[in-house]
């Protein structure tokens, strides 16, 4: 094969399950005891803004305790290692990514560690609770919600996304169900340009079936064994 391909990877949820972070499609229908469309829309943030809040506060909590697992750690080794182009696209809200040193990470669901204020549109690094409305540092309203594109929003970054998509020659899906679009959309979007397409996740999901190759078993595993024979394949 030749050297300095592009390759984009989509990861999901089940990238940093292992970093006990819980996965959103869970058996019962219910993320962490919520309807989804309780707590991850406009609508619900405007009905109860409290509740919201407070939901978006335990997760950020969530995501300081939790640590990077063996698949962030490969995924940044790959980063820093690949000569071709690369681009880590997550629809995942936690920094994990970046904490084991990747550095081309594209969050397009918004981030659980910003703050986005809503009078003056300004985005603030955020560790701290937000049900207090305390003040945007910027401007000084009480306007601050979690960073987070909700269902009904629209993801961010997708231009560069899909431009990326256009160029790949490799696509990999890392620990998504491909039940939310337009993520679930992207392997068939990279077949369209000629890509190879490679699915790692725990089991079958709702988009197996458009994958050239489909890898069943936990990210931990698979996805440093993914990064080794593609970094042995390069030299
Ligand atoms: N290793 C690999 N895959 C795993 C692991 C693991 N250790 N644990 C779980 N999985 C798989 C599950 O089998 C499932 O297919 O990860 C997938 C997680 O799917 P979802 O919970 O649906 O998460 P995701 O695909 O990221 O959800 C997409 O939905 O609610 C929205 O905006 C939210 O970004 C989220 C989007």
Known sequence: MAAHRNIVILTGAGISAESGLRTFRAADGLWEDHRVEDVATPQAFRRDPDLVQRFYDVRRANILAAQPNPAHDALARLDREWRGELLIVTQNIDDLHERAGARRVLHMHGEGLSAWCTACDARHPWTGILRDEPPCPACGAAALRPDIVWFGEMPYRMDETFAA????????????????????????EATSHGAATLELNLERSQGSRWFDETRLGPASELVPEWVEELLQRED
Do not use: C, K, N
């Open 165 to 188: 998509l256009a160029r790949a020659d490799v696509f990999v899906s890392i620990g998504t169900s491909g039940a939310v679009y337009p993520a679930a959309g992207f392997v068939q």
